[in-house]
């Protein structure tokens, strides 16, 4: 279990000596426990403190790197079951499966597929991570084939899908400089896996049938030298996969250390939906790679939206910057909006000022990055502010009318709104959706 | 090794709330554990599919939306008829005409849709309102009247219009949908004051207003999860069931409304992918009622919860 703060501080020097950058060894305590300082800033600490504490701030859950350079992937170092009990570290890793009995032409397109699966969002681009070229021909030399024909056609990090030792050994031939993902050791063959991945230091996943033969499994791999696993549990079942995922993140936080590693899930419905649904949950419920059999980029576009969605910070408001924005070919007589600096809140009347085909000017509050009405109720979007920032951000110099518009969800601010800004202010509609039917009934 | 499992030891549960009358009334809530860890918990009943239906022709739905429900769309009741064939666990009609600016139809004229949509199907009901209080304030207590007895689900209620809404559901047997801005301790407030009114806990669905997939659906997951472990862990004023109003959320995406492209592959798939992922993410997070739109949304969901309700082998 990891250590509380105050088990923390009973080892510390306790001399409050302030070296740290902390008030206190116990402020230094409480900062060590919540992960969100390190040992090293403590000059003090003895060699004795520093094995306990090392030992049990290790990671409940290691970190595992997939790849090279910039198709690096790395997965595991998680620490909560919950999001918003602190946050999860390492978005699951998305793989795309690539058979290994395509013709060299169709493998080459299938994997430029692969490499294409990238999406901008909000300026960002989110992509797929892995190709996983599986060994469905069973055969040696075409896997080891069209191994080395992938590894040439993308930087993405590799999973190697066969669990004969013989086809690994050829196909590591041509890609171990990728340091690819090794799929799987299973109980048949775990030593031969074991040895190959030592040999060319790669990732080696374990596949057990179920949650007792992996732990079996995992204790003989790591006893063979190996230390970066991934595990998988066998579950192919929705449910079974959900439970068997809950059961090694638990299991993992309680310190039981066979667990200790990122998992892999495989989503390979035929069935469109189920499998991004699946793939989904994955994502979700704490898988750190997931291998899915599809390129289609409707299908991929959920996936990566939901994995930005369930890895953002939830401690880290998305602010957007305080300020005056324009949208469009914004002049003198544009209308001006007020909303907060939570980025979904500026985005949505971004989106729907956008959609009015009216130019117009945005006011983002500083509201610490929450939304209109958390803001509101939290005191932090209140007349007085507003009235600062119409003032301070220089949106009177933009706007020849003195008209503001408000969300409507806040209508109760307006009156005292325009009696400390001396603005007029129109109340607008509840969600930004409404913005278009509001110009057309009150802006002329 | 043999590997322990581990259990939660959850010491309370979520409220279970009875929707409809007669063979097809449906419960919600009841689980003693998180979503579909059946081996640590009871999960009585699963959750629910509503599709939703509105008082008026609905402008800008794609064809592939629109078409499923060709014939129907101008007639609630037919509409409404057509969602209990395509499989609907419940239906619920959107009050829109209400809207102020879209027609703001009388509380009468609302009152008589809905006693039609009621008596043309035998599954549990939801009234949603126009979404603006002060109107919903006046229509849905007309609405709980005309539907006396038949034990809807009425909303959304939030903090500045819960009373009249309330009062309604009492007097006319029904439960209520309290509604609140992706705040959990708005969320208990309004359902302290809902039960200070003396509305029974097993009256309340709760709303969290969630957003889309990509558009602040972390939000409402994370509120979600808070909201079961806080039932789970004996918050009685979190305990009720959550209602997840996917459909309006969806459709409204750039992602549902942009048509083929390149980039983005199709439409049809993209946009019914955006509202059953929406949906389903949530019902992990620990929702129980989905309200989408789209039948073939309605199947696949359905489809999934079938599978999640299978026992873990341990
Ligand atoms: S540097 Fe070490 S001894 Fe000094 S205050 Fe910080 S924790 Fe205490």
């Not at chain 1, 590591?172 to 048949?188: D, H, Q, V």
């Not at chain 1, 929450?370 to 007349?383: D, E, I, Q, R, Y």
């Not at chain 1, 109340?427 to 278009?436: D, T």
């Not at chain 2, 279970?16 to 979503?35: D, F, N, W």
Request: net charge negative; aromatic share 6%.
């Amino acid at each position: 279990m990891a250590l509380t703060g105050l088990e923390i501080y009973k080892l510390l020097p306790r001399t409050n000596c302030k070296e740290c950058g902390q008030p206190t060894c116990l402020a230094f305590a409480m900062q060590l426990a919540a992960g969100k300082a390190s040992l090293e800033k403590c000059p003090y600490v003895t060699e004795e403190t520093k094995e306990a504490l090392g030992a049990a701030s290790a990671p409940p859950i290691a970190l595992v790197k997939v790849g090279v350079g910039e198709g690096v992937l790395e997965v595991g170092n998680e620490t909560v079951l919950f999001r918003h009990d602190k946050r999860f570290e390492h978005p699951t890793g998305i793989a795309i499966a690539v058979p290994d009995n395509l013709g060299p032409e169709e493998l080459g397109a299938r994997v430029e597929a692969i490499n294409g699966l990238n999406f901008d969002r909000v300026g960002q681009m989110h992509s797929v991570d892995l190709v996983a070229l599986e060994n469905v021909s069973g055969d040696v030399a075409a896997f080891a084939k069209a191994a080395k024909l992938v590894g040439e056609k993308t930087s993405l990090a590799l999973i190697l899908i066969s669990e004969d030792p013989k086809a690994m050994e050829e196909a590591l031939k041509e890609t171990a400089g990728a340091k690819p993902l090794l799929y799987a050791a299973t109980s048949e063959n775990y030593e031969k896996m074991a040895a190959l991945a030592k040999q060319h230091d790669t990732a080696l996943a374990v596949k057990g049938q179920n949650l007792d033969t992996l732990a079996d499994l995992v204790a003989k791999v790591t006893a063979a030298g190996v230390k970066q696993l991934v595990l998988d549990t066998g579950a192919r079942e929705a449910n079974q996969v959900l439970g068997d995922q809950t059961q090694l993140r638990r299991q993992a936080l309680k310190r039981f250390r066979p667990f200790g590693y990122p998992s892999i899930t495989f989503a390979k419905s035929p069935d469109p939906v189920a499998r991004v649904v699946e793939a989904g949950v994955h994502i979700a419920k704490y898988a750190g790679i997931v291998v899915l059999d599809t390129v289609d980029r409707a299908e991929i576009l959920p996936l990566v939206t939901l994995r930005l969605n369930i890895y953002t910070d939830p401690q880290k408001p998305i602010a957007v910057e305080p300020k005056v924005y324009e949208i469009g070919a914004a002049t003198g007589n544009s209308p001006l909006y007020v909303t907060t600096n939570f980025s979904l809140s500026y985005f949505c009347v971004a989106g729907d000022v956008e959609a009015s085909r009216v130019p117009g000017y945005i006011l983002t509050v500083d509201t610490d990055g929450t939304s209109v009405l958390t803001a509101w109720a939290a005191g932090k979007f209140t007349p007085e502010k507003i009235a600062a920032a119409l003032s301070e951000s220089g949106a009177a110099d933009k706007v020849a009318h003195r008209k503001v518009i408000i969300p409507g969800g806040v209508a109760v601010l307006s009156g005292k709104l325009q009696e400390l800004s001396g603005w007029e202010v129109l109340v607008g509609p509840r969600e930004s959706a409404g913005i278009p039917a509001f110009l057309k009934q009150f802006w002329s | 090794m043999a590997v322990t499992i581990a259990k939660e030891r959850w010491s309370s549960k979520c409220l279970e709330v009875a929707l409809g009358s007669g063979p097809k009334q449906i419960k919600v809530g009841g689980e003693t554990t998180l979503p579909f860890l059946h081996f640590e918990g009871e999960t009585p009943n699963a959750p629910v599919v509503a599709l939703e239906i509105f008082d008026a022709q609905p402008q800008e739905w794609p064809d592939f939306l629109s078409s499923v429900y060709e014939g129907v769309l101008g007639d609630p009741a037919a509409w409404a008829k057509k969602c209990v064939e395509y499989g609907a666990d419940l239906v619920a009609l959107h009050l829109s005409r209400t809207h102020p600016d879209q027609g703001d139809a009388s509380p009468e004229d609302a009152a008589a849709v809905a006693a039609d949509v009621a008596a043309a199907i035998d599954v549990p009901l939801i009234v949603l309102g126009c979404g603006v209080d002060e109107k919903d304030a006046a229509v849905l207590p007309e609405v709980a009247n005309a539907l006396a007895g038949k034990n809807c689900l009425l909303g959304c209620a939030s903090q500045e219009n819960y009373k009249s809404i309330v009062a309604g559901c009492i007097a006319g047997g029904h439960a209520v949908i309290a509604s609140s801005p992706l705040d959990i301790n708005l969320a208990k407030q309004l359902n302290i004051l809902i039960t200070e009114m003396n509305l029974e806990t097993d009256r309340i669905i709760i709303d969290p207003s969630i957003g889309g997939l990509g558009y602040g659906l972390e939000y409402a997951y994370s509120i979600i999860e808070r909201m079961r472990t806080g039932a789970l862990m004996g918050d009685k004023m979190l305990a009720m069931p959550v209602v997840l109003l996917v459909g309006q959320e969806a459709w409204k995406t750039k992602e549902a409304k942009t048509p083929d492209t390149p980039d983005w592959g199709e439409q049809r798939k993209r946009a019914i992918l955006w509202e059953v992922a929406t949906a389903t993410s949530l019902i992990h997070a620990g929702g129980h009622i989905a309200v989408v739109r789209h039948p073939e949304s309605l199947k696949h969901i359905k489809e999934h919860i079938a599978k999640m309700m299978k026992p873990q082998a341990y």
